[in-house]
């Protein structure tokens, strides 16, 4: 199983606001890349959103998630949006991977993100799949939110609705919007594989809508009921289950998965370029597979930590480790040992107990937390035992480095 990886990320939305996203990355390269719609008036960062792009993530794909306009952390006034801008937000987050990494292969909507997805699947010709979670057939369906304040909204051209116990502000356009879009047509010319996933017991947006989806929709198509979830799929068993079907039915139409290199005998480490950034870079470390990156700022995604950060988490665990062994040893009352490195160029002249006397040189600040009750003759041996870890003499000591090329 892979650990995903989280970053936050910011795109330009359909009306020039700046939209908060999160980019949930598998370690190693991505099998394929997923753009996920929350629901109405939801962020990304809803359980149901978060549980199943991390799930995904771990099981190879990475997944974007973002705010709509107006919603969450993104800019923009949300009364001033609508289903067409939702549309629009989501051809612009699949435009973000398509410059930065590769053109999304895959589509969730949850809710209203569903329907929105399947209005602007048309317009994605790298698709190879769309899903659906407890999504309407219409965008209409959400006038039974409206309903109580449908006169005001006609009258006065705004009004306040309550959705999931919190007000929101909508104005007549919103309505006179959704009422303006038909997806029959636009579920009909999808031209990639459609799973359309649904609970029975969903009492927000009624099982027909599965129903009218996958009626619409043209072969290869899926339905997969989701039992016992509520419209909001708040249980974790039940997320966990969408991921695991969702992933298991995307691999049918995914490209073959790049072949991996098999896993290194203890001791050795491989790196190699993953094509999906200017320094991304796969890690296997024995049958560990990592990433490696560089800041935004130097032209990196900072998909992973850099080649001095592993240097310090070298340092720091070979220093946590060998405290850890040393006290188990002794037999000292140590409940914890935490490691802080920085690692900076600084010059000769300024370091007084250095051999060397002119230009630069590789100054790394280590700073240990030692927890636990210990004499402070016990503190002082331990930060003597410190120095004596095997990193920390191999960064001391005259390394020696031959580099071949491979035959």
Same mark, same amino acid.
């Given at each position: 199983?892979?650990?995903?990886?989280?970053?936050?990320?910011?795109?330009?939305?359909?009306?020039?606001?700046?939209?908060?996203?999160?980019?949930?990355?598998?370690?190693?390269?991505?099998?394929?890349?997923?753009?996920?719609?929350?629901?109405?008036?939801?962020?990304?960062?809803?359980?149901?959103?978060?549980?199943?792009?991390?799930?995904?993530?771990?099981?190879?794909?990475?997944?974007?998630?973002?705010?709509?306009?107006?919603?969450?952390?993104?800019?923009?006034?949300?009364?001033?949006?609508?289903?067409?801008?939702?549309?629009?937000?989501?051809?612009?987050?699949?435009?973000?991977?398509?410059?930065?990494?590769?053109?999304?292969?895959?589509?969730?909507?949850? *809710? $209203?993100?569903? @329907?929105?997805? /399947?209005?602007?699947?048309? =317009?994605?010709? &790298?698709? +190879?799949?769309? %899903?659906?979670? !407890?999504?309407?057939?219409?965008?209409?369906?959400?006038?039974?939110?409206?309903?109580?304040?449908?006169?005001?909204?006609?009258?006065?051209?705004?009004?306040?609705?309550?959705?999931?116990?919190?007000?929101?502000?909508?104005?007549?356009?919103?309505?006179?919007?959704?009422?303006?879009?038909?997806?029959?047509?636009?579920?009909?010319?999808?031209?990639?594989?459609?799973?359309?996933?649904?609970?029975?017991?969903?009492?927000?947006?009624?099982?027909?809508?599965?129903?009218?989806?996958?009626?619409?929709?043209?072969?290869?198509?899926?339905?997969? *009921? $989701?039992?016992? @979830?509520?419209? /909001?799929?708040?249980?974790? =068993?039940?997320? &966990?289950? +969408?991921?695991? %079907?969702?992933? !298991?039915?995307?691999?049918?139409?995914?490209?073959?998965?790049?072949?991996?290199?098999?896993?290194?005998?203890?001791?050795?480490?491989?790196?190699?370029?993953?094509?999906?950034?200017?320094?991304?870079?796969?890690?296997?470390?024995?049958?560990?597979?990592?990433?490696?990156?560089?800041?935004?700022?130097?032209?990196?995604?900072?998909?992973?930590?850099?080649?001095?950060?592993?240097?310090?988490?070298?340092?720091?665990?070979?220093?946590?480790?060998?405290?850890?062994?040393?006290?188990?040893?002794?037999?000292?009352?140590?409940?914890?040992?935490?490691?802080?490195?920085?690692?900076?160029?600084?010059?000769?002249?300024?370091?007084?107990?250095?051999?060397?006397?002119?230009?630069?040189?590789?100054?790394?600040?280590?700073?240990?937390?030692?927890?636990?009750?210990?004499?402070?003759?016990?503190?002082?041996?331990?930060?003597?035992?410190?120095?004596?870890?095997?990193?920390?003499?191999?960064?001391?000591?005259?390394?020696?480095?031959?580099?071949?090329?491979?035959?």
């Amino acid at each position: 199983m892979q650990v995903s990886q989280g970053r936050m990320i910011e795109f330009d939305g359909s009306q020039g606001h700046t939209l908060a996203a999160r980019l949930d990355m598998p370690s190693g390269t991505p099998r394929a890349f997923a753009v996920f719609a929350h629901c109405f008036t939801c962020t990304k960062d809803i359980p149901a959103a978060t549980r199943i792009a991390e799930a995904l993530a771990r099981l190879g794909i990475a997944v974007l998630r973002f705010d709509f306009t107006g919603l969450g952390s993104s800019e923009g006034e949300f009364a001033s949006t609508n289903f067409s801008s939702n549309v629009e937000d989501l051809l612009c987050a699949a435009d973000w991977l398509a410059q930065h990494y590769q053109p999304p292969a895959l589509m969730i909507g949850h *809710s $209203l993100g569903g @329907a929105a997805v /399947l209005a602007a699947a048309s =317009q994605l010709p &790298d698709l +190879v799949g769309v %899903v659906t979670i !407890a999504a309407p057939a219409e965008p209409t369906n959400i006038e039974r939110l409206i309903a109580p304040q449908r006169d005001e909204l006609e009258s006065k051209g705004e009004a306040e609705i309550m959705v999931a116990g919190r007000p929101i502000r909508i104005r007549k356009q919103f309505l006179d919007d959704i009422r303006s879009h038909t997806l029959r047509d636009k579920i009909a010319a999808i031209q990639c594989p459609l799973l359309v996933m649904h609970s029975p017991k969903d009492d927000v947006v009624g099982i027909e809508n599965a129903q009218a989806i996958f009626d619409a929709a043209m072969h290869p198509k899926s339905f997969v *009921s $989701l039992a016992e @979830a509520d419209h /909001l799929i708040k249980r974790r =068993q039940d997320t &966990d289950y +969408v991921a695991a %079907v969702l992933s !298991a039915w995307a691999t049918r139409y995914l490209p073959e998965e790049t072949q991996r290199p098999r896993d290194n005998e203890s001791g050795v480490v491989t790196v190699g370029e993953s094509g999906l950034g200017k320094f991304h870079q796969d890690v296997l470390a024995g049958r560990h597979r990592l990433v490696a990156d560089e800041p935004v700022g130097i032209g990196g995604d900072d998909a992973g930590p850099g080649p001095y950060e592993y240097v310090l988490a070298g340092l720091g665990a070979c220093t946590s480790m060998t405290l850890r062994m040393y006290a188990e040893h002794k037999k000292l009352p140590l409940e914890r040992v935490s490691v802080r490195l920085t690692h900076e160029k600084i010059h000769a002249k300024d370091c007084a107990e250095c051999e060397q006397r002119e230009g630069k040189l590789d100054h790394i600040q280590r700073t240990i937390e030692i927890v636990g009750d210990l004499s402070d003759e016990q503190r002082e041996r331990m930060l003597q035992i410190a120095d004596r870890c095997p990193v920390h003499r191999t960064l001391e000591s005259n390394v020696h480095i031959t580099t071949v090329e491979k035959g």
